[in-house]
């Protein structure tokens, strides 16, 4: 995929490149913002800018794509090229915007690096970057295409039918197309942007799963409150929103639904895992496993902090109890009730069957030390599967 040529120039590079790539992304988030504000304002997670998630995620995607044509020249890192497309085709990006953040992240290249850019440098990494924004705009386009929309033209109106409030900080949002036409099929575990226009005009997106089937003719999401000091900051300015403005009847600007952490459907054993509001992709595939009669064992994996924390926890157990082989393991920090486990996820003496395909949700330090005993259980990393509420920092720390 790369160049000979070019490939020697970034390997070369790439140790220089990468200390310093972090104060690369940070400048050039500065000056994206400075001759874009609306990016900041309209696309981009403020949020996630403020606590600097977004340039840790987008150091980590640059170094791990360079490093990988590097040492894989033959192959492509589809598994990270696809989780970003996933997140872009959600926010409607398209190919046109691309020319924009290549402008800015040189510059920032240039001014960071200085002299040690030459013309041979600048040449290796401008490669880099078209063949990584080349084929995110192709899987893009066909993700567009799969959904049958425009490139970019995701959004559409959608009413609230209900609002069922799960936990003091957990609300579900039952919606309807506002135009009675048909939903857009999803696959079980796939998520929804939401954008909402805030006091001070911004119109902030967020990722929210679909937490029911797809076979359902209304469509669910299940919104956890960030309480903003918590977090780090602004972080809860759309859930917050939601929670304390979003009535029945209201409308609200939903995407067509994306997402790789999809259900294979191959008739495997499956292992459900999750951790506080990571459950809702689990309910959506494990409702879409119930109403499918999915024969093979199934294994509920969650972990909360009490159980009225737990969001949808009667729907975890009630599907789990629809399947003929299926079990729920529930563990709590605080206040277990009989039947349940007390501390942290611990797979000792949970029996793994051959075979298995596992899906993963929630904080990056459970879904680490639950891919680890996984693993150790005998499941194949290969068959290991997660998602990320947010920047996907596991890829960036990779």
């Not at 606590?51 to 995620?57: D, E, F, I, R, W």
């Not at 069922?164 to 796939?190: I, M």
């Not at 299926?326 to 611990?346: I, K, Q, S």
């Not at 298995?356 to 599967?385: K, N, W």
């Amino acid at each position: 995929m790369l160049s000979e040529k070019s490939t020697a120039t970034v390997r070369a590079t790439l140790p220089a490149v990468g200390a310093a790539i972090g104060d690369i992304t940070e400048l050039f988030y500065s000056k994206l913002f400075a001759a874009h504000p609306e990016l900041i304002r309209d696309l981009f997670n403020r949020g996630n800018q403020n606590a600097g998630l977004q340039k840790q995620a987008l150091a980590g995607s640059i170094a791990a794509f360079a490093t990988y044509l590097v040492e894989h020249p033959d192959e492509r890192p589809d598994v990270m090229l696809n989780r970003i497309a996933h997140k872009h085709a959600s926010l409607g990006v398209t190919r046109e915007q691309y020319p924009t953040v290549h402008k800015h992240l040189f510059e920032a290249i240039v001014e960071i690096l200085g002299e040690a850019v030459t013309p041979e440098v600048a040449e290796a990494w401008d490669e880099v970057y078209w063949l990584m924004a080349g084929a995110l705009v192709t899987i893009e386009e066909r993700l567009y295409a799969e959904q049958r929309v425009l490139a970019g033209d995701v959004w559409r109106e959608w009413t609230v039918a209900a609002r069922v409030e799960e936990t003091a900080d957990c609300t579900t949002f039952h919606l309807t197309p506002a135009d009675g036409a048909p939903a857009p099929g999803f696959k079980p575990g796939q998520y929804v942007s939401v954008q909402v226009e805030l006091a001070d005009g911004a119109r902030q997106i967020r990722q929210y799963s679909l937490s029911s089937a797809p076979g359902s003719p209304v469509r669910s999401i299940t919104v956890k409150r960030v309480h903003g000091p918590a977090a780090g900051g602004p972080d809860g300015e759309v859930s917050n929103h939601l929670h304390a403005r979003v009535r029945t009847g209201d409308t609200l600007r939903v995407s067509t639904p994306y997402g790789d952490l999809a259900l294979q459907d191959s008739g495997a054993p499956v292992i459900l895992a999750s951790a506080g509001i990571g459950c809702t992709p689990m309910l959506s595939m494990l409702e879409h496993l119930a109403d499918t009669g999915h024969a093979a064992p199934v294994t509920v994996l969650h972990a909360d902090r009490s159980p009225a924390d737990h969001a949808l926890r009667t729907d975890h157990r009630a599907l789990t109890g629809k399947l003929p082989d299926a079990r729920a393991h529930f563990w709590y920090e605080e206040a277990a009730e009989p039947g349940d486990r007390e501390g942290r996820l611990d797979l000792t003496g949970i029996p793994v069957a051959p075979g298995t395909e596992a899906y993963l949700c929630g904080p990056l330090p459970f879904m680490r030390a639950a891919r680890e005993q996984l693993i150790a259980s005998g499941v194949a990393p290969a068959d290991i599967h997660y998602e990320v509420f947010g920047p996907d920092l596991w890829l960036a720390s990779a």
